[in-house]
């Protein structure tokens, strides 16, 4: 039996039992932070029962000590005055501070800033909150930290908030920066910047960037269009805006319904509101379904347009339609000042109320909206009203508030209250504006302040307040009323002295000053002053000028104005078309307009045109019976119709229906009054009218004073007319060549020589050259009615007079006027050697 032996290796390595060494394994965590959701905004609400006030808020944790980085988070919890706030909790302590207080210090102390991702979310809190200065502050701060780094974002958001302030040079300024900390900017970046010059209405500017954002190869988007649109449409710049939105459609960038607002908008801040109509029509045909800033426009649009039906059909159908484009503060701000602009004050408050109603809260435009109804009407007391209500809701006036305000004062003849919240204006650190100077001038200057308004005038230029036509132009109608031509010439010389040019409005009222003075020949140099300056004369002019002829008995005058406003093709101002204004008042109440006092003025000098006096009479009292306040302007239409129709007692009986109701007589009352005493010969009542204009004789108009010395001169009252001239020249000063005319017309009808040479001297202490015609008829005198002798020593005046003509102007034209005391004193001394 073969045995077999296993043959053992040569080297025989044996196992060392050695102890196994420990081994060290290094486990990597990855740590999780314990604040899940740094970055969710959590929406919070605070609510305080005791002020009955509630606050919503977002808050936003941000990175804290605990997500810190090792070495940082050991440093943090050494030092005591680190805080661990939340990045909320930091934008509110920043905004507790003024902006020139030590902002570092706090944002020093939190423990965030060592967590680099914590900065975007800070600047993008900030600038939600638009505060500019705390912003800038943050900003520098987060730039000289170790661990900032430059980022698109938080530029693009810098450069935003400047945008909404209207910084655009700091903007600028931005873009520049970035680029040399190396951020590149992209499609963002370049529409804020678009945006930022598009705010400040340089679309120009606008363009030149779009071109450099082609060139970097970036493609504009349709944000970047509609921002370049906007810019443009905000100028009312609209056929620029076509052209881009053209440009935008070549380019594959189609229009959304943002886009189509703009350009509505655009056509609406450029006057085109018949061409919004059609883009409007154009966009109802594309089946673009409108939102609500889109009905907002169209409302405004056709406002503008007089289509007030049409505006209230579509806001109607928005109410109706809540779930599409529901109504909001801009719609029933909008449908306010459409019925502010016809004076219906109700149906604006009314509107107002539904708002409230309906559960939106009134800003301060809506009740600035509510406030310049009352005020256009001259309702003081509702006005003072809403502007209580709107300071008890929490709103601070603004100027357009105060200014309001201050015109409901002036319409309703309180210049002295107008001045009060001018003053209040000031302490409330409200600083007046031109149409604030403009309201109080006309306030001053429409109730016979002259003195005041003009010195307001200059205060207004002292506050750096430059005047305007328009301030010229109330100053020039004051004169007027006041009866001081002097005035009147050195408001136009300071008009002349700032450059300010004249239109049509203060051409008219210019002239319409000078002819209530009795100044026709400045009036005519006037007129042919505006033509040289190639201002258009209006239906106004020519109204002014023909009526103030007739005063003067120019008539031929006034008949070549006539002829040269036709040649013109002027519309007449009144075409006599009493039918078609009736049609249009029966109308206007079946369509339920409620017509205001203007409306009914409009029909009372319509029926007085047209002499029919019971039609008058019948609006009249439908005015009462609708409480329709009438005014004094109402009230002399009326009256004129009655005397046209021979109806001088009823104009009597208005008269004193006025005095019961305090409504003021103006110039046009007392001249019916006048022309009614003289039909019925009351010369009782007559007295009693001149002892109302005593106190006002200075701002009565000539021609009412010259017609008052008629009534008295041509009925034989000579007495009674002298001793009113020398009341009229006691209290004016002086007269005009006009009234001294009508004296010498009434003495030449009674056969009074001797007063007749009397007036004719007190011309010439006056200064107010005789012409040809007066010493034909003091030739006509001599002749008739004195003897030989005396006809002798009136044809001695007269040559006396011929000689000394040239010398008897000149003096006076270089002499002052003779005063009341000398007037008086001649006319004793001419008694006597009589």
């Known amino acids: 039996m073969a045995t077999l032996y296993h043959q053992l290796p040569l080297f025989h390595r044996r196992k060392r039992s050695h102890p196994s060494p420990n081994i060290i394994t290094s486990t990597i965590h990855c740590s999780k932070l314990k604040n899940s959701d740094p970055y969710k905004e959590n929406k919070q609400a605070q609510v305080d029962y005791d002020a009955g006030t509630h606050r919503l808020h977002t808050a936003i944790s941000g ?235 169209l409302i405004h649009c056709l406002a503008k347009l007089g289509n007030y039906e049409e505006a209230i059909k579509v806001f109607n159908a928005m109410r109706q339609k809540r779930s599409e484009c529901s109504p909001d503060i801009v719609t029933y701000t909008s449908i306010m000042h459409m019925y502010s602009s016809c004076g219906q004050v109700e149906n604006c408050h009314s509107v107002f109320n539904t708002m409230v ?98 010195d307001l005038l200059r205060e207004m230029e002292q506050a750096g307040v430059q005047p305007n036509v328009v301030s010229i132009s109330t100053l020039l109608a004051a004169c007027g009323r006041c009866c001081q031509h002097v005035k009147i010439d050195s408001v136009l010389k300071a008009a002349k002295l700032r450059g300010i040019k004249l239109n049509t409005i203060a051409y008219n009222s210019a002239i319409g000053s000078y002819m209530n003075v009795g100044e026709y020949e400045k009036a005519l140099g006037l007129y042919g002053n505006m033509r040289e300056k190639r201002v258009k004369p209006d239906s106004v002019t020519y109204n002014i000028l023909i009526s103030g002829c007739c005063k003067m008995s120019k008539y031929s005058e006034a008949l070549e104005f006539l002829v040269e406003m036709k040649d013109m093709n002027i519309p007449l101002s009144k075409e006599g078309q009493l039918v078609e204004a009736e049609s249009m008042f029966n109308m206007m109440k079946e369509d339920g307009l409620q017509p205001d006092v203007i409306a009914y003025t409009a029909m009372l000098h319509a029926y007085s045109v047209s002499e029919h006096w019971e039609e008058a009479l019948a609006v009249f009292q439908e005015m009462e019976l609708n409480n329709v306040q009438p005014d004094s302007v109402a009230c002399a239409a009326l009256m004129r119709a009655f005397n046209r129709g021979s109806q001088p007692g009823k104009a009597l009986l208005l008269a004193e229906l006025m005095r019961e109701k305090d409504i003021p007589y103006i110039d046009a009352v007392l001249f019916e009054m006048v022309s009614a005493c003289t039909i019925l010969r009351e010369w009782k009542t007559l007295t009693e009218v001149i002892e109302i204009m005593g106190t006002s004789l200075p701002r009565i108009s000539v021609g009412t004073l010259n017609h008052l010395l008629h009534s008295f001169g041509k009925v034989g009252k000579i007495d009674a007319m002298m001793k009113l001239f020398l009341k009229i020249v006691s209290s004016c000063g002086e007269a005009d060549s006009t009234t001294y005319a009508v004296l010498l017309k009434n003495l030449l009808a009674a056969g009074n020589w001797r007063k007749y040479i009397e007036v004719m001297q007190w011309m010439d202490g006056a200064g107010v050259p005789h012409s040809a015609q007066m010493y034909k008829d003091l030739l006509f005198l001599a002749q008739t009615s004195s003897g030989t002798m005396n006809a002798a020593a009136i044809r001695q005046r007269l040559e006396s007079w011929k000689r000394n003509y040239g010398h008897s102007t000149a003096k006076g034209k270089n002499n002052p006027p003779l005063h009341t005391n000398a007037l008086i004193s001649s006319t004793n001394a001419s008694g006597a050697k009589s």
């Open 357 to 454: 109603a309906g559960g939106l809260k009134p800003n301060i435009v809506s009740y600035n909206a509510l406030l310049g109804a009352y005020a256009s009407l001259g309702l003081s007391e509702e006005a003072s009203s809403v502007f209580s209500d709107m300071k008890q809701n929490g709103f601070c006036p603004d100027v357009v508030s105060f200014t309001s305000l201050l015109n409901a004062f002036g319409r309703s003849e309180q210049p002295w209250k107008a001045k009060e919240v001018f003053d209040l204006m000031r302490k409330n650190n409200c600083k007046p504006n031109l149409v604030t100077y403009n309201a109080l001038i006309d306030a001053y200057g429409s109730n016979g302040f002259l003195a005041e308004a003009v």
């Open 63 to 297: 990175l804290r000590k605990s997500d810190l980085p090792k070495r940082n988070r050991l440093r943090v919890e050494g030092d005591r005055f680190q805080k661990d706030w939340s990045l909320s909790e930091v934008v509110d302590r920043v905004l507790k501070l003024h902006h020139w207080e030590d902002i570092e210090s706090v944002l020093n102390r939190w423990a965030g800033r060592f967590a680099r991702k914590n900065f975007p979310l800070l600047i993008k809190e900030m600038t939600n909150t638009g505060s500019i200065e705390h912003s800038i502050q943050v900003f520098n701060w987060m730039k000289n930290q170790k661990n900032y780094c430059a980022r698109n974002d938080i530029y693009n958001m810098m450069i935003r908030l400047h945008a909404r302030h209207n910084r655009v040079d700091q903007a600028r300024g931005l873009f520049f920066e970035m680029q040399k900390w190396r951020c590149k900017p992209d499609g963002e970046t370049y529409n804020s910047l678009i945006h930022a010059h598009g705010r400040a209405g340089q679309w120009r500017w606008g363009m030149n960037i779009m071109e450099d954002m082609l060139c970097a190869a970036i493609p504009p988007s349709r944000s970047t269009y509609n921002n370049l649109i906007n810019a443009c449409g905000s100028n009312g710049n609209w056929r620029e805006a076509l052209k881009l939105c053209k440009k935008m459609t070549d380019n594959g960038v189609g229009p959304d319904l943002v886009t189509h607002n703009i350009i509505l908008s655009a056509y609406k801040t450029g006057s085109q509101y018949a061409k919004a109509l059609s883009y409007f029509e154009l966009m109802k045909s594309t089946h673009v379904r409108p939102d609500t800033t889109t009905l907002n426009i």
